[in-house]
């Protein structure tokens, strides 16, 4: 990254300096950070909105549709799984697989272990959708981190790892009581 990259205005900078000058008494470092990580991930939803948005899927769809995917062969889960994969509600999960099942996407199977539950399987086309609106979001995705060199990259991933990590944990505690 040019020297000029990191040492030139934001317009967080401009927020900064504005708080700075109107409540000298409070500490707005907090915003240099998380004010930054603010605005990358609104830019981050709208890539992704148009990502999915090429291959008629919403993000929601995609994230169903991706979890079957990273699953593995024969592509397949638990409704229940799903939703903590995702992390929405019972109701938010049987809501997308109807609408994927109605493109055809996803297909719902008896369980063979338990008759009376289900499992939702990635069809062919769902498999071929997903792919390649995967291909089209890592596009995008590079795309927002061009101005970083890959080391660069490599130290903020962890650093945001950092940050999220405790959240992380706290989610699957959660799940698991």
Sequence with gaps: MSTDAIHGA????????????????????PLEVLSRVTR????????????????????????????LRRSGAPYEMSPGQLGAQTLVTSGTTTNRIDRLETAGLVERLPDA????????????????????????????????LAALRPADREHLAALLKALVMPFDVDEANAITR
């Design 40 to 67: 990358l991930a609104r830019h981050l939803d709208l890539a992704r909105r148009e990502a999915f948005a090429r291959h008629g899927l919403e993000a929601g769809e995609f994230d169903v549709l991706a979890a």
């Design 113 to 144: 272990a338990d008759r009376r539950s289900i499992r939702v399987r990635l069809t062919t086309s769902g498999r071929q959708r997903v792919d390649a609106a995967l291909t089209d979001l890592l596009e995008s995705e590079r795309h927002l």
């Design 10 to 29: 934001d317009t967080v900078d401009g927020i900064v300096h504005a708080w700075r000058r109107e409540r000298p008494d409070l500490d707005v470092a």
